[in-house]
């Protein structure tokens, strides 16, 4: 496993300010984004308020109002890309009827998300991480998929995404 000690940077931490990027603040923006996804699918199934959750959610972790962001989503064929707020609260929760083909990635009963880092790369400030993630059903089955995220800092200091990549792995079939 990369830590941060393996990473020598061309600049010290005082000459950004303390606004550096580190592998630990990408670990825990990754939970958060995973733990936020079980919240939204238990509020989902606990007949709570799932859209206003998934709306912080996109609100929270994400920089659309910061930035453009690139957005394509794992299970999105029609509209692959989601460069509005909009249109990836449709992604997550299919409510707010954006994209046709939603039906919710988010309130799927997911009970646990995973994260396994390939790689990261920090430079200076901003981060992008790939590798895989698992997400846990209702009864335990794991799906893999695929990702990259990138993340920029905001104006206090949280990461927010601005480019999340996802797709299922290719089939060995050939």
């Not at 109002?65 to 509005?84: C, G, H, N, Y």
């Not at 200091?157 to 996802?166: D, Q, Y």
Request: aromatic residues 12%; charged residues 20%; negative net charge.
């Amino acid at each position: 496993m990369v830590t941060e000690k393996d990473f020598v940077l061309p600049f010290s931490r005082f000459e950004l300010g303390g606004f550096l990027i580190t592998i630990a603040d990408v670990e825990d923006a990754q939970r958060a984004w995973g733990d936020g996804i079980v919240k939204i699918a238990t509020a989902h199934n606990n007949g709570g308020d799932y859209v206003d959750i998934a709306t912080q959610h996109v609100e929270q972790l994400y920089a659309y109002d910061l930035s453009e962001v690139l957005f394509k989503p794992t299970m999105a064929s029609i509209d692959q890309f989601r460069p509005t707020f909009e249109s990836a609260l449709s992604y997550f929760v299919a409510s707010n009827g954006v994209c046709e083909e939603d039906n919710g990635f988010a309130i799927k009963g997911w009970t646990a998300v995973r994260f396994e880092n390939s790689g990261i790369i920090i430079n200076k400030l901003n981060a992008i991480a790939m590798g895989n993630y698992f997400f846990t059903d209702k009864d335990g089955a794991e799906t893999k998929v695929e990702y990259t995220f990138g993340y920029i800092r905001d104006g206090l200091s949280n990461l927010r995404i601005v480019l999340h990549h996802s797709s299922l792995p290719a089939s060995s079939k050939n």
